[in-house]
Structure formats: C-alpha cells, structure tokens
C-alpha cells in the first residue's frame, strides 16, 4: 500500500462518520474496530488485484474501499458469512511448516467453520499445541479459546458475547496478522491455555423514569 501508518490513522479520523454508518448498518455484526482491521485488508487486496499499490490519500482510492467495505459487511454479509473468502489463496498447502502457518491456516481457512477443519485440528492435535506454545499472538489465543469449546465459533461466540459474524472476521484478521507479522515475544513466552477470555460487558439498556408532573426522563 502507498502512505504509512499516519496516512492510515488520518484516513480513520476523516472517515469516521462513513466508518460508523457501515457499523450502524451491520446491525451489530461487527463493530468499528472490525470494519477498520477489514479496511486495512480491503486496502491490501484491491492494490494487489489492481496492480500497483493502495493510495490511502487519494479520494478515488478512498471511495472504492468504503464501497468494498460497505458491499462486504452490509450489502452482502450474509452471503460474505456463509462462503468466506480466504485471505490466503495458498491457504492449505503443506510447503510452509511453521506455526504461524499451522495458525493461519485454522483461522483464515475458507473453511474455517467446516467439520473438516476441526477434524484436522484434532488429528494433528500435537501440531496445532506446539504451535500455540510457539506462538504469543492473538491468533494462539484465539485457537485456545477455539479448543475450548469443541472448535464451534458460535458457542464461543456466545461466550464472549459478541456477533458470530464479528468474531468471524476477528479469526481471519488474526490468521493473517500471525502469518506475515510474527511477535517478538514468539518462542519467549507463552499464552497460559486457561487465561481468562476478554468478555464484552452486557449492554445496559436506558429505562425511562416517569417524573410526577414532568415529561419522560431517561436514565444514563
């Protein structure tokens, strides 16, 4: 992609208004921080299909992500839920025996949700637990949490309280971030296998207090 990091956050700020009617418009499938990680994808993908690089600050450029984007998450979720694009078209070759392969291959497989994939998992049991114990990222994290509830991203979706569809993109966008950007904690610490899952807190819904000779008050 053309421009770095400022040119991105900048993009963010001016855009946050458009950003927040795509998440208005998932109706809480996802939420602003999943549509901006999808951005960053979004960005790589249309650069490399097109064949020269993302320009962040060019209008133009600007417009067709928020169109993608917008397509993706609201227009066509459904359909963008039940056939998931894989983020790596290699996905499912045997050539790279890393555990950040091993990782993203569980995570960003087009079918990531496919009693095949768990069946794998559980084969190849000795694999995917040297990969976690290699591995302190996010995406160890998430296989963790995925272990634990029999490789079913709906019950664990229902844990942590959040859209199946949310938790769906946050599985692909950490299968790709443990692929091509490995931590500097890798093989020098580890994630405990019952650390405690980051649970969204209940939504508190406002309930009106009816005043005595005055209008209707919400509560805060």
């Known amino acids: 992609m053309s421009a770095g990091f400022d040119a991105i956050t900048k993009f963010f700020k001016d855009r946050a208004e458009d950003l927040r009617r795509i998440v208005r418009g998932s109706k809480g499938d996802v939420e602003l921080g999943d549509v901006e990680s999808e951005a960053y994808l979004a960005a790589e993908d249309i650069g490399n299909k097109r064949g020269y690089p993302f320009d962040f600050t060019d209008q133009v450029d600007q417009q067709t992500l928020l169109g993608r984007l917008y397509n993706r998450l609201v227009k066509f979720a459904d359909k963008n839920i039940r056939f998931a694009v894989k983020l790596d078209t290699d996905w499912d070759r045997e050539e790279s025996t890393s555990f950040g392969a091993t990782l993203a291959r569980l995570l960003t497989a087009p079918a990531s949700y496919d009693p095949v994939v768990s069946l794998e998992a559980t084969q190849d049991g000795d694999e995917v637990q040297a990969a976690v114990q290699r591995s302190y990222s996010e995406a160890a994290a998430y296989v963790l949490l995925l272990m634990r509830f029999n490789w079913e991203p709906k019950d664990l979706a229902i844990h942590l309280r959040v859209a199946l ?17 490995p931590s500097l904690f890798d093989g020098v610490d580890k994630i405990p296998q019952d650390f405690p899952a980051n649970v969204r807190p209940d939504r508190v819904t406002r309930q009106p207090v009816h005043l005595e000779g005055e209008q209707v008050a919400w509560t805060f």
Not at 165 to 181: M, Y
Request: no cysteine.
């Open 165 to 181: 569809a949310s938790l769906r993109l946050r599985l692909r966008i950490a299968g790709f971030k443990v692929k091509f950007q």
